[in-house]
């Protein structure tokens, strides 16, 4: 019998699911997060999930993680105290940024900026310098930076980042000063540029490096202590954790570049929510994942994920491998209000947070909340079946009855307010990730999951036009779910500006992919991937001379071979015409190749339901009036553990389950397909 | 699609408000991804816009100037049209300088017009005399370069070849300017279609109405910020460009404001003459509305959509043939400077009204560089890159160093300079002591230090090199800004804050440094734990912590000495007495450094050498 476990440790509550591989069953724990040390509630949840599927911890084979520590960490300032070493006459590169301040006008008065996560006081210039070709124009002084380092390691740094211009196109110096710490410091972890982001742009590479090596005391702690707790409690399995891009790494991995798995949740997200797609036929899926302060969205076309090199991690741009998710601060404890200069309905970015929360959840929160407009008009029922809280009605109506008041509307039309608002902001962002890259929504299902996503879905799959809109049956934890069905993954990739021109010659492009895919297939050895299950693919990043920003294409080496250089212009200029409406006379030039080493997993199947004798109506636990678009209308509440495969249902209708509540709108209907998903559709 | 409402209620407006800011910020990603010149890719020198179809402003930066081109376009509007004009004397000034591209499309639904997208950048060439075509001594626009009146670019959805041929044989980066071209155009095509998708979601009618509404919104929320924040009584304030690119100058802008009831003056009656130099900056009223509203709106509520709706409640008096409002044909390529300095004057002048809210001035421009020449393949490269320099003390916190006082403006990096152009750039920092004492510390100034690896030509434009960016409160001012050449051979040159067409040669040296900003309020009360820490940073000196905060450090450990501090301090205070609202650093003289230039300049060119020749 082979088990594998994903564990989610998320700011609440740490998300455990046990994948049975020969039949597809799963089993579900939730158990309280323990941000003290994560480690109370992952060892609770594990015990607890082995009586339930009734196994020994030594039966589990993988186990899968992923982890907010080093994100918290980020976020909450609490890394480790970092060393930076950069290229004479740059000291100031992180003080400096690029010089962004927000819009609009006058932005910059109310700008709050973070300290850099390397302080001045700890940077020091190194004697050396590259041509951008990678030729060394100054050698570098060994003996300043030696000095520098017994200065650094002196004044107490915890953590060391190398970072010089030009060091993508030769690591030379960036290794050597490597080698030279490891010789004085040999108890400091080093990061270096080359290694970490070897890509040109000096401020984001020397950030994501320096970023790497804020969290990476922290992380490595984190990791050596779960791993110890895991032994103890018999379980000798491999331990894998999941990267931003969805891929998986070794535990050793992730303790020396942990600003790879800075956003593992979103993405175990996204590659669930792929996976769902697909199960029920539709492998192209819109996936939005709403929690209590956020909201996720991202596009997974025919099965791919896509992968975007940039992301922000509070106020910093982080230049490593993400599942190109969109963050934005509309979530069900974002706060509405009425700014008294112009009147208008403001929902969000605040949250009220778990603490107090919104003003339903009695805990002194008294401003009006989207989970509090949902209560209001009776989209989320007073009590969850089988939740632990109930919900104080009073408290929501007094909120959003002062929200009414200012803009003149009753509670009911202020409640509807907040959440159109809500909806609009999501709107956006799923537009971002779709319209806005000349992606037609409408040929995508909308996966919706998080806490709070079931709720809104029918009403987004209404503005954006995605059908169906499914509601995979364990909304509260699918980031664990993608865990479990995540692959090896790792990048290598080599800055390589080209212009596209007689001098380039397939064979150059060629020779290198070979060679970045020869790293590739070494690493996937080494991780213990047999040959069969490896996987290698290839992308160059391609745009017009001097443009600023890239396009992947998906290469393979015969493909280039058949047809030449000459088809990668011929698909970027349809991509971008595609996008921007021109093809300029502009030669193309070539900016990055990349190899992505892919350790395939096993195959395997969700446990598939037989059809369910009796109708949808059996699973009525109760009837209310309901408020929808300005009229109170009666509509059933189901208990969904109690609907089964090839139920219909028409909305208006609510779906309670444990953690969350599914709406469905008055025009629509809803099926339960044979993995138990809820497919929403409008009605014909 | 869905969800069609017949009337349009307060969430409506609210709704199409948010899709309006995402239009909005499609334009600027869209424009941003496939434009080519790095000063709008990278640096985001471009500017959208979505319009009634009278042409107020619904959403957008820098308030409409539709108007006045629908006055003067008299051969019909079409759907499929796209116009294209750069001419600052052709549109009312809604761009004011001839490197800016603007691009105008009507919204036609089912034939009628429902409103207009509209964006303009700045781009690189567009011919006269000078590569960058910004030439710091034009005396008239026709110095400058190619002005394009008011043409279809597109006919009817037909792209207007021979338009865009003509103009494009004038440019010296003409790939670039096409790429930019062809990106703005996009950029109004996509907000053009997302109008259109509001109106299949929520009935034309109702979008319409949605747009007086958000206007309507903004008149209200105005009407009430003027009476808070506006005096009865007239007050002023002025400060000074430093001189025109001909030796010209000071030049004085001068701002006077009041209410009446809950209407808004703002007089300019007492702004220098106009310059013989390009340094004229048009000004448009709508534009100066949409900053005043801007400014007084951002403290309230910075998630309003900014709009136009309140331009009735503000008035502005600008006299004829001064610095701002120049008669034609008055050369205008160099109006960065005013431009910046009038949010200096503004921010000063309202602030008289409510100190608490206001901040120190700042760097006060747009510092640019332009560097041209051949590589040694043979082929022309030109840059243009815009600096920063020192972000204001502020209520809020320290200004930033070396930032971007402009939103949204990034620098180029390093790696890309040197991988793009014949440059080192040997150094890149903050420039020490230059940021103004406070209790809030000014930002400092920007040191960027370049090595010419070809020969070629550079300009030079900046400003505050004789003016200093003032401090509010009793914070000090901020330094001006210097630039100074070094020769292969070791001979240093200073160099005006404005010049073109100085030759370089390989190996040469250019030390750009940019003016910091004011602080604000007083640096004796700024704790001394947060001066010493600037010491250590090396953004502040430990001469500059004695002199302006009375910060005593011991020399070799850096410590704070609290005792010598304290009575250091109070004698300090003892000596200056109380605390002015504004501390301006010296009045500029007239013409110092500069006339030394100019009389070198004249002797180089009599010679037949040197720094003033023009490329043919």
Partial sequence: MA????????????????????????????????????????????????????????????????????????????????????????????????????????????????????????????????????????????????????????????????????????????????????????????????????????????????????????????????????????????????????????????????????????????????????????????????????????????????????????????????????????????????????????????????????????????????????????????????????????????????????????VHQAAQGILDIVNENMFGALRLVSVERGIDPREFALVAFGGAGPMHANALGRLIGSWPVIIPP???????????????????????????????????????????????????????????????????????????????????HDQLRREGLASLKRR?????????????????ELVN???????????????????????????????????????????????????????????????????????????????????????????? | MSTQRTKLDKITLDIIENALRNARHEMDAVVFRSAMSPVIREQHDAFPMICTPDGRMVVGQFGSYISGFI???????????????????????????????????????????????????????????????????????????????????????????????????????????????MAIVAGCRTAARRVLELCDRFGKETVMEAFEALLDRTYRAMSQLIVKNLPEEPVSFEDYVDDDGRGNGPYKMKLTIWREGDHGYFDWTGTDPQAPGPINFYLSEEMFKMFIGVYLIMVFDPQILFNDGFYPLLHIIIPEGSLLRPKFPAALGCRTHAL????????????????????????????????????ENGEFFHLMEISFGGIPGRPVDDGLDAHSWWPLFENIPTEYLESYYPLTIEQYGSMIDSGGAGFHRGGNGVIKVYRFEADGEIAIHDDRERSHPWGVLGGLPGAPSSKLLIRKNGERVPLPSKVSCVKVEKGDRLIYVTAGAGGWKDPLDRPPEKVQKDVIRKLVSLEKARRDYGVVLDPKTLEIDHRATESLRAKMRRERGPVPTFTFGPTPEPIGVMAEYYSRKAREETAGAGVGDRRA
């Fill in chain 1, 474 to 556: 364990d909304p509260g934890v699918l980031s664990a779910l993608g865990f479990l069905i995540s692959e090896f993954k790792n990048e290598f990739a080599q800055t390589f500006i080209r212009v596209m021109d007689d001098r380039l010659t397939l064979d150059e492009v060629l020779s290198t992919m070979d060679r970045l895919g020869e790293e590739a297939r070494q690493w996937l050895i080494e991780e213990g991937i047999p040959p069969q299950d490896q996987d290698i693919r290839f992308n160059i990043d391609v745009r017009y001379y001097r443009q600023g920003y890239e396009i992947p294409l998906d290469v393979t």
């Fill in chain 1, 3 to 410: 088990y594998r476990l994903g564990i989610d440790v998320g700011g609440t509550f740490t998300d455990l699911l046990l994948l049975d591989v020969q039949s597809g069953k799963t089993f579900l724990v939730k158990t309280p997060s323990t941000p003290q040390d994560p480690s109370v509630g992952i060892m609770e949840g594990i015990e607890r999930i082995c009586q339930v599927a009734g196994l020994s911890p030594g039966e589990i084979a993988q186990v899968l993680h992923g982890t907010t520590v080093a994100t918290n960490a980020v976020l909450e300032g609490k890394g480790a105290r970092v060393g930076l070493l950069t290229t004479e006459g740059y000291r100031y590169i992180l003080h400096l940024a690029r010089s962004w301040t927000p819009g609009p006008l006058f932005g910059w008065i109310i700008m709050k900026k973070p300290e850099p996560l390397a302080a001045i006081e700890d940077t020091r210039e190194v004697e050396e310098r590259l041509s951008p070709t990678g030729e060394v124009v100054r050698p570098l002084n060994e003996e300043k930076v030696r000095r520098d380092i017994i200065d650094l390691r002196d004044r107490g740094i915890e953590s060391l980042t190398v970072s010089l211009l030009h060091s993508y196109a030769n690591p030379v110096h960036e290794r050597r000063i490597k080698e030279l710490a490891a010789e004085l410091c040999p108890d400091i972890p080093i990061s270096i540029s080359s290694e970490i982001l070897p890509e040109f742009r000096e401020y984001e590479r020397t950030l994501t490096t320096v970023m790497n090596a804020y969290v990476k005391p922290k992380v490595r702690s984190y990791f050596l202590n779960f791993e110890r707790k895991l032994r103890e409690a018999g379980i000798n399995s491999v331990v894998n954790v999941v990267r931003s891009d969805g891929g998986l790494m070794t535990l050793r991995a992730a303790q020396d570049r942990p600003v790879y798995g800075l956003l593992s949740g979103p993405a175990g997200g996204v590659v669930a929510a792929a996976y769902v797609g697909r199960l029920a036929g539709h492998p192209s899926v819109l996936s939005l994942d709403m929690g209590g302060t956020s909201t996720d969205v991202a596009l997974t076309r025919n099965g791919q994920l896509t992968i975007a090199r940039e992301t922000k991690v509070g106020y910093y741009p982080v230049k490593s491998p993400s599942v190109d998710v969109q963050t934005i601060g509309a979530g069900g404890g974002s706060i509405a209000h009425v700014p008294e200069v112009t009147g208008a309905l403001r929902v969000g970015p605040q949250s009220a947070g778990a603490d107090p929360g919104p003003a339903c959840y009695g805990r002194g929160g008294q401003e009006a909340t989207v989970t509090d407009a949902n209560l209001v008009l009776g989209h989320l029922p007073p009590q969850l079946v089988g939740g632990e809280m109930s919900l104080d009605v009073d408290a929501a109506h007094r909120a959003v009855e002062r929200i009414g008041r200012r803009l003149g509307l009753d």
């Fill in chain 1, 572 to 588: 970027f200029d349809e991509i971008h015409h595609q996008l921007y409406g021109f093809i300029p006379a502009t030669p193309m």
């Fill in chain 1, 593 to 684: 190749i990349r190899a992505i080493g892919v350790g395939r997993i096993k195959h395997f199947e969700l446990h598939k339901h037989e059809p369910a004798p009796g109708e949808a109506a059996e699973a009525i636990i109760d009837q209310h009036r309901i408020y929808f678009d300005g009229e109170f209308i009666p509509t059933p509440i189901y208990d969904r553990s109690r609907l089964g495969v090839g139920h219909q249902l028409t909305g208006p209708a609510i779906i309670t389950q444990y953690d969350t509540t599914t709406v469905v709108l008055p025009g629509y209907q809803c099926t339960v397909d044979e993995y138990l998903n809820l497919l929403i559709r409008p009605q014909t």
């Fill in chain 2, 71 to 181: 006055k003067e376009w008299k051969r019909g509007i079409h759907p499929g049209d796209i116009f294209l004009t750069s001419d600052p004397y052709k549109c009312q000034a809604a761009i004011s300088h001839i490197n800016d591209w603007l691009v105008l499309m009507p919204i036609f639904r089912d034939g009628e017009l429902i409103g207009w997208a509209s964006q303009f950048g700045h781009t690189l060439d567009i011919g006269g005399p000078v590569p960058g075509s910004l030439p710091t001594d034009a005396t008239t626009i026709y110095g400058e370069g190619v002005r394009i009146p008011p043409v279809k670019l597109f006919d009817q959805g037909r792209l207007n070849e021979d338009v865009l041929d003509l103009i494009l044989n004038n440019s010296r980066t003409p790939e670039m300017n096409y790429f930019d071209l």
């Fill in chain 2, 340 to 375: 910046a300095r009038l949010f200096d004057v503004l921010g000063g002048a309202l602030g008289r009204q409510a100190p608490e809210l206001t901040t120190a001035a700042g760097y006060g421009t747009s510092p640019y560089l332009l560097y041209n020449g051949y590589d």
